[in-house]
């Protein structure tokens, strides 16, 4: 079955220390890989995706996430936090050759900055 | 504001009544999903629109569930007889269709949460 994993449902850091967010998958082929946020009240915003090509992918806000294929993970990162980044992270996958673009999502990490 | 927006934002039902939610995607948009999210769980993918046809169905979307896009704008997401189990946010979702080993992004409106009481 094809599924995408977050294994940790709360990530702490302190604003100015570096943020990392797990994902791993699991889709038949070659994955299409993105990350989004969901801030209170408001709907998921994107923040990056990999397709093909480097697999340091660079995004919104100085997010960036590595792709690797061995490990099947597709951390998201960034060098120095910002209490503004606490939000609720969603890691998603598609899959297939058919294109559809549907998603599946990870059940979401929860990132707190502190000051 | 030129992005996905969703009519109503809440909806408080009695089981057994049926509901109707409306979704207004981004307008050069070919691509409209819908998905449905539950407390502390990720997004589901529900149901998928190229244009005016419907292309995809998740075993998730039972027949209580209907969804159209008339006119491959506009969509609308019809769940029969509602029961507790149906509360949750349902999502939609719009994208510019690609083709060859490209994919763009989907952007997500606002939600509609539905309870059933």
């Known amino acids: 079955a094809q599924s995408v994993a977050q294994p940790e449902d709360q990530v702490n850091v302190a604003e100015g220390n570096p943020l990392t967010v797990k994902c791993t998958y699991s889709?038949?082929?070659?994955?299409?890989l993105f990350w989004y946020v969901q801030y209170p009240n408001r709907g998921l915003q994107f923040l990056l995706k990999?397709?093909?090509?480097?697999?340091l992918v660079k995004g919104s806000y100085g997010f960036e996430a590595e792709f690797n294929k061995s490990q099947t993970s597709f951390h998201l990162k960034k060098p120095s936090a910002l209490v503004s980044d606490s939000a609720l992270y969603f890691c998603a996958a598609s899959y297939g050759s058919s294109n559809t673009g549907k998603l599946i999502f990870g059940q979401g990490t929860t990132l707190q900055v502190k000051p | 504001d030129t992005g996905v927006s969703q009519d109503p934002r809440h909806k408080i039902t009695k089981r057994g009544q049926n509901v109707t939610f409306r979704c207004d995607p981004i307008?050069?948009?070919?691509?409209l999903y819908w998905y449905r999210q539950t407390l502390g769980q990720g997004p589901e993918f529900l149901t998928y629109?190229?244009?005016?046809?419907?292309?995809?169905k998740s075993r998730l979307l039972s027949d209580r569930f209907s969804a159209e896009r008339p006119k491959g704008s506009f969509s609308t997401l019809e769940i029969q007889r509602t029961e507790q189990g149906d509360s949750a946010m349902y999502l939609c979702?719009?994208?510019?269709?690609?083709?060859?080993?490209?994919?763009?992004?989907?952007?997500f409106g606002p939600g509609t949460r539905l309870t059933v009481l």
């Open positions: 990999y397709i093909t090509g480097d697999n």
């Open positions: 979702a719009s994208s510019l269709g690609t083709s060859g080993r490209s994919l763009n992004e989907q952007f």
């Open positions: 307008s050069e948009h070919n691509r």
């Open positions: 889709v038949s082929g070659n994955p299409y």
């Open positions: 629109f190229q244009n005016e046809a419907q292309l995809e």
